[in-house]
């Protein structure tokens, strides 16, 4: 399996955008970039993901590398509510392997 | 619309014992995955059902087995329990297609081996 590598945690203000980055330089071509986020006391959240493009949803952006080796989380404004793991995980189909993932810390 | 449900959402057993956990899916998903989540650590992928069969799996022992109903909930088994099976255990739905529909997570089940 193709691997990710995150910073383990992250701070940001609240209100403020967060760019939470993700290294992959061992993606194959089939892999897409996938995004989920875990709150406290909670199942992991479905986030967002892509192959090649930039993605926007309600929740949040990713934006790809031209390359694909890295790839970046785009938190537009930050709410308490936001303050969770945020996992980067490569793959095609539904069995992801998690890595540790980045905490992030919003501050009030 | 009720999301993924799991039951227990606790349960304390001892090493040796067997456990069985329930999961129901999100209403309209056909497809049932189970992932262990060890304390600080991100989630591991166990196995996945679909059609009321595995179709994939994790790098987890054969004491690790479930099973899928044709209602698409699911149960996943434990036996000979260890205490290194501690742990959270999270079941997530999907839709088998697209092949990267995405997934579904309950809250999970804590066990806890004594």
């Known amino acids: 399996d193709a691997k990710t590598t995150q910073p383990n945690s992250m701070e940001s203000n609240e209100e403020e955008p967060v760019h939470l980055p993700c290294n992959h330089s061992?993606?194959?071509?089939?892999?897409?970039i996938h995004w989920y986020r875990q709150l406290p006391s909670q199942g992991p959240e479905y986030v967002i993901h892509g192959l090649t493009s930039n993605v926007n949803n309600r929740m949040a952006s990713l934006a790809i590398a031209e390359d694909r080796k890295s790839s970046t989380l785009i938190l537009h404004r930050a709410t308490l509510r936001d303050a969770a793991v945020y996992y980067c995980i490569l793959g095609y189909g539904q069995n992801f392997v998690f890595g540790p993932g980045t905490r992030l810390s919003v501050l009030p | 619309d009720a999301g993924v449900t799991q039951s227990p959402t606790h349960l304390i057993k001892t090493r040796g014992q067997q456990v069985t956990l329930r999961c129901s899916p999100k209403?309209?998903?056909?497809?049932v995955s189970w992932y262990q989540q060890a304390l600080g650590q991100g989630p591991q992928f166990i196995f996945q059902y679909y059609e009321e069969e595995e179709r994939q799996r994790g790098n987890f022992p054969d004491r690790f087995s479930g099973h899928q109903f044709p209602n698409y909930s699911s149960e996943l088994n434990v036996n000979a329990l260890l205490l290194g099976d501690s742990a959270l255990y999270l079941c997530?739905?999907?839709?088998?297609?697209?092949?990267?529909?995405?997934?579904?997570f309950g809250n999970g089940t804590r066990l806890t081996v004594t």
């Open positions: 209403s309209g998903h056909d497809t």
């Open positions: 997530a739905s999907s839709l088998i297609l697209p092949d990267n529909s995405p997934l579904h």
């Open positions: 061992t993606i194959s071509g089939t892999d897409y």
